[in-house]
């Protein structure tokens, strides 16, 4: 049996974790049962560190954390914070994307950054197969003239053998397409992704095409590439002119990637349908024509992890704490480079 001493030490070699969101935000993600968890492997700091982390409270604490679990409502990791932070080896990020708080000085400091974004993507992927779904019968179109006449047979869409594009093999948009090809529909799928190979494309089960023969060729297109400055517009007036009549346009991902306007314009004319989570600006001001089109859905940026959800990305974080604690690779592991491409 080790003697106290040898366990007191043991007990100091625990890697002492604070919690960096917002108060309100804390009880949802990381729930008192898995706090309970946490503190089993690790120093547990007491309590959620919440606003500016240069504040003397904050100082306080940040001085003798190893493990930082950020969230939503946690500020940016500068080079100030981390100088009241001589000790932090990782940050586990449990929210979505870790870009309002990594910095390059986490990177400098050869910190550790692993993201829950794969807990993130389940949502993400079930509401924009659900939109696929309900793009392909139609259904808005359909709802829409409910009242005034039901379509005959011959009139009737269905969603088998429809051709779908891909624009993004992001982790969300891999698990897009590997749901529908796992599907009985028979769906033809394409992909448009500068850093996806031929090869690659096929492997995932796709045809890898550019994006004007991507919009030209499929009935629906969804959208799951970053925000980043070579993206803005991407759907631009000029590709949304080549998806053909009755086509679908379904944008989970962000949404400064599609020219609202000219979006706005296709759909007013009946041309296009559109399933919208994210829009240009965000939210669209009151009386905007997006909202008021019965051909169109737009939501809240809800398809991300939402209320009961959240707590996967609080398992994630655990998780991933406990195998930090244990000495294992992170999962979540994020590297610099990598980070201009998420979302």
């Not at 049996?1 to 366990?7: A, G, I, S, T, V």
């Not at 309002?100 to 400098?108: E, M």
């Not at 690659?200 to 991507?214: K, Q, R, S, T, W």
Request: net charge negative.
């Amino acid at each position: 049996m080790p003697d106290q001493r040898e366990q007191s030490e043991a007990a100091r070699r625990k890697p002492v974790v604070a919690l960096a969101m917002g108060a309100d935000v804390v009880d949802r993600v990381i729930a008192p049962d898995l706090r309970q968890r946490l503190a089993r492997s690790v120093e547990l700091v007491p309590g959620p560190l919440t606003g500016e982390l240069t504040g003397a409270d904050a100082r306080a604490v940040l001085g003798g954390v190893e493990v930082l679990v950020t969230g939503w409502d946690c500020p940016r990791l500068t080079a100030g914070v981390l100088a009241h932070a001589p000790r932090l080896r990782a940050v586990v990020h449990a929210a979505g994307s870790v870009k309002p708080v990594v910095t390059n000085a986490l990177w400098d400091r050869g910190v550790l950054v692993s993201s829950a974004a794969d807990a993130n993507a389940g949502p993400v992927v079930a509401y924009t197969l659900a939109a696929l779904t309900l793009a392909a019968k139609g259904a808005l179109s359909a709802a829409a003239h409910y009242a005034e006449r039901w379509p005959p047979f011959t009139e009737r869409t269905g969603a088998d053998a429809r051709t779908i594009g891909v624009i993004g093999a992001s982790r969300i948009g891999r698990r897009v397409i590997a749901a529908l090809n796992a599907s009985d529909a028979g769906h033809r799928v394409l992909l448009t992704d500068p850093y996806v190979t031929p090869a690659e494309a096929a492997a995932l089960g796709a045809d890898l095409v550019d994006l004007p023969d991507l919009c030209r060729d499929s009935g629906i297109v969804t959208v799951h590439a970053p925000q980043l400055p070579e993206t803005r517009g991407l759907l631009s007036e000029e590709m949304l002119k080549l998806i053909p009549d009755g086509g679908v346009v379904v944008n989970t991902a962000r949404g400064s990637l599609i020219d609202t306007e000219a979006l706005a314009r296709e759909c007013a004319a009946g041309r296009l349908d559109a399933f919208l989570d994210v829009t240009d600006p965000e939210p669209l001001p009151p009386g905007h024509v997006l909202l008021t089109l019965p051909n169109v859905l737009v939501t809240p940026h809800i398809a991300g992890a939402q209320g009961s959800e959240v707590r996967r990305l609080g398992e994630y974080a655990v998780a991933e704490v406990e195998r930090y604690a244990r000495g294992e690779a992170l999962l979540g592991a994020l590297r610099r480079e990598e980070l201009g491409r998420l979302a």
